[in-house]
């Protein structure tokens, strides 16, 4: 099996480097994984990464704009489907697939995960101890969470994987996968217990809780810090342990 990247030209502080394309080949045959959003020049870079193999499908982690939505025009310009979870901006999917399909490539196939959390769409695909983690897991940073009760079982059914490698939707590729996951979940529970303290000394706004939690952020991600920290509490208040009042939160004594 041979795995390529094909960097996006979208850098930004949401992004890191950019978009990683990933094209999964074996026995002259290629799947393209989250081609990106729409740039020509970078649908070029896909084209050429590909002009010696067969491309059989396009596959999308989640609909998100970085990620999906160059994936039906290059499913046109090849002739095969665009396969994803569900559609979404700028994303239509001719095969929806799901936890436990299997998408062919040459000699071996992609093992489709259903991995919620940073979004509910959100896929992830293992081939041979490859896991392609879009954004459930990225190269040099944690991830923006919506939906932190079904993140954290995201990670740990990862775990249970023969894992090699992770090649993620941004940043560089991950050796060491099941140390990488080990470190996302304990940042999690850190980043609770820091809300959980933070709320014990005062805080309750939302700003007031990525203020005090997230201090060191860069200010540019602070819009994405309030979303974990909404979902943070979200998990909180369904465990008992917080109340919520709009954009407010307090203990439960």
Avoid at 29 to 45: F, N, T
Avoid at 55 to 64: A, E, I, N, P, Y
Avoid at 100 to 112: A, E, F, K, N, T
Wanted: include cysteine; aromatic fraction near 4%.
């Amino acid at each position: 099996m041979n795995i390529t990247r094909v960097l996006a030209r979208n850098p930004s502080p949401f992004t890191g480097p950019g978009t990683n394309t990933w094209i999964v080949g074996s026995a002259g045959d290629c799947v393209i994984i989250d081609p990106g959003p729409l740039d020509p020049q970078h649908e070029r870079a896909v084209a050429d990464a590909v002009d010696q193999v067969r491309v059989r499908s396009v596959l999308v982690t989640h609909t998100h704009p970085d990620h999906a939505p160059l994936a039906n025009p290059l499913a046109r310009t090849f002739a095969v489907p665009a396969l994803g979870f569900r559609s979404g901006p700028d994303f239509d999917p001719d095969t929806l697939i799901g936890e436990g399909d299997r998408i062919p490539v040459g000699d071996v196939s992609l093992q489709v995960i259903h991995t919620p959390g940073h979004s509910d769409d959100h896929l992830c695909f293992l081939a041979d101890g490859a896991l392609f983690t879009g954004d459930h897991i990225m190269g040099g940073s944690s991830v923006m969470i919506d939906d932190l009760v079904a993140y954290l079982p995201s990670l740990e059914k990862l775990q249970r994987f023969d894992l090699k490698r992770i090649h993620p939707g941004h940043g560089p590729e991950l050796d060491q996968p099941h140390q990488v996951i080990d470190w996302y979940l304990a940042h999690r529970r850190q980043r609770e217990k820091e809300i959980l303290n933070a709320l014990a000394e005062g805080a309750g706004e939302i700003d007031q809780l990525v203020e005090a939690v997230y201090r060191d952020v860069d200010p540019a991600l602070r819009p994405l810090a309030a979303r974990s920290v909404a979902a943070h509490l979200r998990k909180l208040a369904i465990e008992g342990r917080v109340t919520l009042h709009g954009d407010r939160a307090e203990l439960v004594s």
